[in-house]
């Protein structure tokens, strides 16, 4: 995802401007083929991927968006020169010219950017006319609130999902919903383990565990518990199997338990059922929504605090290289394995798409809970302080603040050549991470 380019615009031929009727019109040598390609592509996604996974898709083209959008009202607002306005990269689909800027569609819709004149030192792509309409030569205010309304424009849409998820949607069980402790149907039996104790006693799926000895089956994890406590014993278990209702002893098996020594087992397995949405009114919705975007906000930090130390780039560069080498650490994933063996590793957009696909089949609510966190995770990245992010562009501006005081309104422009090994550091970091991450989402996403 790109934004704020500081580039001059690219040759793709001439646009049209207003017409006489003052409605815009389409640039004109536009092939309706790039608009059939991308069509395609989404036509793909919603055969191999599912509806779901076209939902998240455009989700995330709408977040893109908005973070663009951004960017540009917050420019026009502060009387900055804005000259293009794209969703997409690649060959233009179609664009029209409203006023001095250019707005338009490409086919590849995997980021967007909007152009706003000067953006530094180097950007000398306009008349010298419009210089005092550069980002540039605005005031200290104007340009920290034009950086920083990408990510603002997230971190809103993340307050948003999350208060219109606790006010209107619903979470299965209530947002403080403790599996430990919620008292839920007895629990029905999807499967029985062959050789297992339940198959000795004649258990079968459809049953309905209603009592451990003489004690009502109201939580699973405590029934569970209960039975692991106990290896090689019998219980008593009252089980419902259609109308009929009959009290079975149960000799349970001794198995390995993975914390080291042994547990209880039955071999059964707990069919599904749905928890009830449970919602809130707006002022607890409100306070909910803060509270779990301050806790998403923390939980990013810590993972970049993590990821970008020492140990942590070493582990993902031994996850990378490993990666095809079906070791444990990278096959932990799909193995269904515990989450403290899942490495510890940043997503990329593929598997972001995967995971907000299975996410979305759960139902609306975990959509908009995905949303949420997404959003929060690409604002806060985005605003890291090096070029060519958003918060490169915040600490250019602070510095140059910095420089100004005591000079008597007198605007200090940084040489933006001293940062352009900065920046070409940071697209190889970023694009390696890209490439790596997209590598290892194909092979096992997380």
């Given amino acids: 995802m790109t934004d704020l380019q500081d580039r001059p615009s690219p040759p793709d ?21 790039k608009l059939v390609v991308l069509a395609a592509l989404l036509g793909a996604a919603g055969i191999f991927g599912g509806l779901s996974m076209v939902i998240v898709i455009l989700s995330v083209v709408v977040m893109i968006f908005l973070h663009e959008l951004g960017h540009y009202l917050a420019a026009r607002w502060a009387g900055m020169k ?30 967007a950017y909007v152009r706003v004149i000067g953006m530094n030192s180097l950007d000398d792509a306009h008349d010298a006319a419009d210089e005092p309409r550069t980002y540039r030569q ?48 007895a629990p029905e ?55 009929s209702v009959s009290r079975v002893t149960v000799l349970l098996d001794e198995i390995d338990d993975p914390d080291g020594g042994t547990r209880g087992s039955l071999g059964i397995a707990r069919a599904g059922f749905e928890r009830p949405l449970v919602t809130v009114g707006p002022a607890e919705a409100a306070g909910d929504a803060v509270s779990d975007f301050g806790y998403i906000t923390g939980e990013v930090f810590g993972f970049l605090g993590r990821f970008f ?27 269904g394995a515990p989450a403290e063996d899942v490495p510890d590793r940043p997503m990329s957009l593929v598997g972001a798409v995967r995971l907000g696909s299975d996410i979305t089949d759960a139902g609306l609510w975990g959509f908009l809970l995905f949303y949420a966190q997404i ?26 603040r910095i420089r100004e005081i005591g000079r008597k309104k007198r605007r200090h422009i940084i040489d933006y050549s001293k940062l352009i090994p900065v920046a070409y550091a940071m697209f190889v970091i970023l694009g390696l991470v890209f490439v790596t991450t997209t590598y290892l989402d194909i092979l096992d996403a997380v």
């Fill in 189 to 243: 039996i999807a499967r029985v383990v062959e050789d297992s104790a339940a198959a000795a006693a004649g258990l079968e799926a459809g049953d309905t565990i209603l009592e451990l000895d003489g004690v009502p089956v109201d939580n699973w994890n405590a029934f569970r518990d209960e039975i692991g406590s106990q290896p090689n014993e019998q219980v008593d278990l009252t089980v419902q199997s259609g109308e």
């Fill in 138 to 185: 605005a005031s200290f205010p104007k340009r920290m609130i034009l950086a920083v309304a990408g990510s603002g424009m997230h971190f809103a849409q993340a307050l948003l999902a999350l208060f219109v998820v606790f006010a209107l949607v619903g979470i299965p069980g209530g947002r403080n919903y403790d599996p430990d402790t919620a008292v839920e149907p």
């Fill in 309 to 335: 130390s020492p140990s942590g780039l070493n582990d993902y560069g031994s996850v990378v290289a490993s990666a095809n080498s079906g070791s444990d650490t990278v096959s932990a994933v799909s193995s």
């Fill in 375 to 400: 959003n929060i995770t690409i604002g806060i990245i985005n605003l890291m302080p090096f070029p060519p992010l958003d918060g490169g562009h915040v600490a250019v501006a602070i510095y140059e």
């Fill in 82 to 111: 804005v000259t293009e306005f794209f969703i997409g990269f690649g060959p233009k689909i179609w664009s029209f010219t409203r006023g001095e800027t250019e707005y338009g569609l490409k086919v590849i819709p995997a980021g």
């Fill in 13 to 33: 031929g001439p646009v049209s401007g207003d017409s006489a009727s003052g409605e815009p019109e389409l640039e004109t040598g536009t092939s309706p083929l």
